[in-house]
């Protein structure tokens, strides 16, 4: 028997519009920022928060679980812009994170007090004030990674940070990185003609979009959204695509259904690759961990549970499919020098 889904998913349209009335001040141009120091996310922090206790150090790494590709997200896209020769095994980035989100995937490392926009955890920065804390940082990263939330509810926040940092003389040496869920257009709905020719043209900034789920059904299971959501997240990648920026993927293959998790993962690149023939090539499969949020969440739910072990069937799915459609020479190339058909290669 299939699992039941949610009998009232999530309004994407009408909760976003809500949830980004009380994230963002346009006419003061600042975000609404979490407050990591003192919530239940800072227990999983390998190193102290930082920044007032509004930013935190993240740890990317190439290595990832047996039977999971490696991770170069952003590590490689960071090098490449910055002219590092020699990547690391491990980089270190200052991330900041919005305090809305639309979607409630049970899986999300942050606890679901920080995605309400709820002023009690959380206060309201500039992008010239976050640059300005992440300046102060001793021995700060090369790398900002703008995250939540979902900061696709605020994408005002990514050119205003572009603008900040070259008013600080910081543009050239720090790389600008940027987490989407795809759950909205409001990046072609909110932003003008110049912030899009900004993130087109801005050097050292790289995107990533998770795709939440391999069918509308594990879609709807992950986020508690409807499941005719699943088919938008692609409509808004190909948007994303046409406007010519530096772009990546995720992609998280838990289900609590086990049948069907071949032919759903062979669909999922289908569309993928009608999007562009070489954009899984780009995209990165998620494995889910239990961080604190999630084991509370695992609780007395067996449908999570079974799905992170459907998981590790649906990741030999896809390797078999990346396999099967892409040779070896291809496979090899380092993600940031995979060419997509309409931008190109930097």
């Not at 963002?24 to 920044?51: F, H, M, Y």
Request: proline share 7%; charged share 25%.
């Amino acid at each position: 028997m299939t699992p039941a889904l949610p009998v009232k998913p999530i309004d994407t349209e009408k909760f976003a519009e809500r949830l980004r009335a009380r994230a963002i001040n346009v006419q003061e141009r600042k975000i609404l920022i979490s407050r990591l120091s003192g919530s239940d996310q800072e227990v999983d922090l390998t190193a102290p928060t930082n920044c007032d206790g509004y930013g935190r150090i993240r740890h990317f790494k190439f290595q990832t679980s047996e039977n999971w590709p490696p991770n170069p997200l952003p590590i490689i896209p960071a090098c490449s812009a910055l002219g590092i020769v020699e990547p690391p095994a491990m980089m270190t980035a200052q991330v900041f994170q919005n305090a809305a989100c639309a979607w409630r995937c049970w899986y999300c490392f942050v606890p679901d007090a920080l995605l309400k926009a709820d002023l009690a955890r959380s206060s309201w920065f500039s992008a010239d004030e976050l640059v300005k804390l992440y300046a102060e940082i001793p021995e700060r990263p090369t790398v900002i990674d703008l995250s939540g939330g979902s900061p696709d509810l605020v994408p005002e926040w990514t050119p205003w940070m572009m603008r900040a940092l070259k008013d600080r003389g910081l543009d050239q040496s720090t790389y600008l990185w940027t987490d989407d869920n795809l759950s909205t257009t409001y990046l072609f709905d909110k932003l003008t003609t110049d912030d899009l020719a900004l993130l087109r043209s801005y050097r050292n900034y790289g995107r990533v979009c998770c795709f939440k789920g391999f069918d509308p059904y594990s879609f709807a299971f992950n986020t508690k959204a409807a499941e005719s959501d699943f088919a938008n997240q692609f409509a808004i990648m190909r948007r994303l695509l046409d406007l010519g920026l530096d772009l990546y993927g995720y992609v998280t293959l838990t289900s609590p259904r086990g049948q069907g998790v071949a032919a759903g993962v062979r669909s999922l690149v289908d569309r993928l690759q009608e999007l562009d023939p070489h954009l899984p090539l780009r995209t990165i499969p998620l494995e889910i961990r239990v961080f604190s949020p999630v084991g509370a969440r695992l609780a007395a739910n067996d449908e999570r549970q079974i799905s992170l072990a459907v998981q590790q069937d649906a990741i030999a799915a896809w390797n078999e499919e990346i396999e099967k459609r892409f040779n070896v020479e291809m496979r090899a190339l380092p993600i940031a020098s995979v060419p997509l058909e309409i931008r190109g290669v930097r």
